[in-house]
């Protein structure tokens, strides 16, 4: 046996460290001790959220609301686990605002609902709610974070860069206002600083799911860039056959190709964080299923290429048709990848956002 409140109040400490996981395992020892405790059951969501386990959490918050529907916490942590029920998570919310009006907690619970509905004719209250919750109090990082959100999803990307850098004046170890920096940066072309900022987060936090969705984009359009290169050449020296160029102009294009595939290589290893350009392994790990695929096969188009580059005729034009015919196979790739972030950013808001402002 142990003193109820005392675990508690651990499992309170280590969500605000950012230790999730062992807040998750002394809930459940709390809970297997003491069911009848809301305060366990809405932690126990708390700390299953924050490793993104959302529909997991659904059911301990869903508990806790049974047994103690009047206290605002089982409304609060309903608001933040209430998965692809924006609707009932922002009333949730506002029902926990309207029990604790002077909790920040509660105002940023509501701004984080709001945002996570992706509705944005709602971002003002999202503000509005971030806004009070610094009124209350302004030495918390994370509603600073909370409230760049809201300005980043609202376009105000000035304001926004302002609120992540007070976040981060307060807390350094904020991996949310340091993801969405990183992100910001690396859209406008600032890529040194943005890569350095996302190298920063990952040393805080290097399991952060949001930041590994933003690593992912960057790889993405890394490998778009080297497709592009081997897309072009693969075209030159299609238009080279079809006019019968002689086989040493094929060659010195080739070389071309080979030299700048290399310089763009090094260029690349640079603009990624130092933690995955130290080895292949370290790209492979941040990649899914499917873009691990897509990696594998480039070696056809690339030794297409060189096929065409530099080996005769013949040979040469059997290579030109199996590049063509990946690079419309690779165009289908690309459309249906644009295809299916448009739809993560109709369900979900910006992907680039790191909505779990809660380290």
Request: glycine share 8%.
């Amino acid at each position: 046996m142990f003193d109820l409140d005392e675990a508690l109040s651990r499992v309170d400490a280590m969500l605000a460290a950012g230790r999730p996981e062992q807040a998750e395992q002394l809930a459940r020892t709390v809970i297997a001790q003491h069911p009848d405790v809301a305060r366990a059951h809405a932690s126990l969501a708390d700390a299953l959220d924050r490793q993104r386990r959302h529909e997991e959490a659904v059911a301990p918050a869903r508990e806790a609301l049974r047994l103690r529907p009047e206290q605002p916490g089982p409304h609060l942590a309903m608001a933040l686990t209430n998965v692809g029920e924006s609707e009932e998570a922002i009333e949730h919310a506002r029902r926990g605002v309207a029990l604790l009006p002077h909790d920040p907690e509660a105002h940023d619970v509501l701004a984080l609902a709001i945002l996570e509905s992706g509705d944005k004719t709602l971002v003002s209250q999202a503000l509005a709610a971030s806004a009070e919750s610094i009124r209350i109090d302004p030495n918390v990082g994370r509603a600073h974070s909370i409230l760049g959100l809201g300005h980043k999803r609202a376009g105000d990307h000035a304001a926004a860069r302002e609120a992540f850098h007070r976040a981060l004046a307060i807390d350094p170890s904020d991996t949310t206002a340091l993801n969405n920096l990183a992100t910001m940066d690396l859209g406008v072309g600032r890529w040194l600083r943005g890569t350095d900022t996302m190298q920063s987060a990952l040393s805080i936090a290097p399991n952060a799911p949001g930041l590994h969705e933003n690593i992912r984009i960057l790889l993405w359009r890394c490998g778009v860039a080297f497709t592009a290169l081997w897309a072009l050449a693969g075209l030159a020296l299609t238009t080279m056959l079809v006019l019968d160029a002689s086989h040493g102009t094929r060659v010195i294009t080739g070389c071309v190709w080979l030299a700048g595939t290399g310089l763009a290589a090094a260029a690349a290893q640079q603009l990624l964080p130092r933690t995955i350009r130290l080895s292949p392994r370290g790209i492979i790990d941040f990649l899914v299923t499917n873009e691990k695929y897509l990696l594998g096969v480039q070696v056809i188009p690339v030794l297409g290429v060189a096929v065409m580059a530099f080996a005769p005729g013949l040979v040469a034009a059997i290579g030109g048709g199996t590049v063509l015919a990946y690079l419309l196979l690779f165009i289908m790739a690309i459309v249906l990848r644009i295809r299916e972030r448009n739809e993560e950013k109709g369900t979900s808001g910006d992907s680039a956002d790191s909505v779990e402002a809660r380290d």
